[in-house]
């Protein structure tokens, strides 16, 4: 036989031997990595998206096959663990249904059970100005401001009485908006503490409320002093405080006092005579009669 063609037929078998094996380790890999049917595990999970303040039903869950490495930890296996459960946390579609997403059976309907313990919401009327032109949604946090004249104060009042306050829904969503967009809400529902939810009804009763967005990552609570309306003027107008005018505001005016008499003063006991006339002295003349002088006087005319 040809020599050449020997070589040709060995190198062949020996290309072939290799491709064989490395085929045989890749197909017997597989096998291995295959899971038995005894290493799944049953996992509910959610057949719709379910959202805040669901209650779960049978038809909202199913049950799929999982490994037993990839089971989720807080995760059911059962339906029947999950049925009548209240949603705390939205749920996707196809996504386990988790311990940490579920309310305890039999604590309430709609937003109750997203209430935590020991704390209360509040809700509080709104409206497009006051509630941030509807951009306050479920989720958010805000500061409440109350506007307002406090007992004995001669001007108004602005301080913030709250501050990070979570906003549970808007008007009837307890859920904000997929799309994003701003949603009317007469109403807004406030979570907080129990003297926070007395603090926030005093103010919308007393006052006038105006909700502050924020930004969700800001937990700092800011010390402000508040304003009142001489801020809002400058300080000319606290130096020229307003005029009351009594006539107009006093129902019942006072009678003014009589001025008294002025005193009249005392005659002399003895008033001081006038002085006597000065008497004119008699007309006179004088008569020469020879070397005698003689003086003769004429009588007076009668007055």
């Known amino acids: ?36 049917q005894s290493d799944m595990k049953d996992l509910v999970v959610a057949t719709r998206p379910l959202g805040i303040g669901v209650t779960v039903k049978p038809a909202d869950v199913k049950v799929v096959k999982i490994t037993a490495e990839a089971f989720p930890k807080g995760a059911f296996a059962r339906v029947e663990e999950v049925i009548d459960r209240p949603i705390v946390s939205n749920i996707l579609i196809d996504e386990p249904v988790l311990e940490g997403r579920l309310a305890a059976r039999g604590s309430g309907l709609g937003l109750a059970p997203v209430i935590p313990v020991g704390m209360r919401a509040v809700s509080v009327r709104v409206n497009d100005v006051a509630g941030v032109a509807g951009f306050v949604q479920a989720g958010m946090r805000v500061d409440v401001l109350v506007t307002g004249r406090p ?5 108004t009042v602005v301080t913030t009485c709250l501050q990070n306050i979570l906003v549970l829904s808007s008007g009837a969503q307890i859920q904000a908006d997929a799309r994003g967009q701003a949603m009317p809400a007469p109403t807004v529902t406030l ?110 005319k009668a007055n």
């Open 1 to 36: 036989m040809d020599r050449r063609f020997l070589t040709v037929l060995g190198v062949s078998l020996v290309f072939a031997l290799v491709v064989s094996s490395v085929f045989y380790q890749m197909t017997a890999r597989s096998s291995t990595s295959r899971p038995q």
């Open 151 to 155: 007992p004995n104060a001669d001007s």
């Open 191 to 300: 979570l907080g503490s129990p003297e926070q939810a007395e603090l926030l009804t005093l103010a919308n009763t007393e006052g006038h409320i105006q909700l502050v967005l924020r930004n969700g990552s800001d937990q700092a609570i800011e010390k402000t002093a508040g304003r009142n309306t001489f801020d809002l003027y400058g300080a000319r107008a606290r130096q020229q405080p307003p005029t009351k005018n009594v006539a107009s505001t006093d129902e019942n005016p006072k009678p003014r006092p009589r001025p008294r008499p002025a005193p009249v003063a005392s005659a002399p006991v003895a008033a001081a005579l006038p002085p006597p006339m000065p008497v004119a002295p008699p007309d006179q003349v004088i008569v020469i009669r020879g070397n005698q002088k003689t003086v003769e006087i004429i009588p007076g």
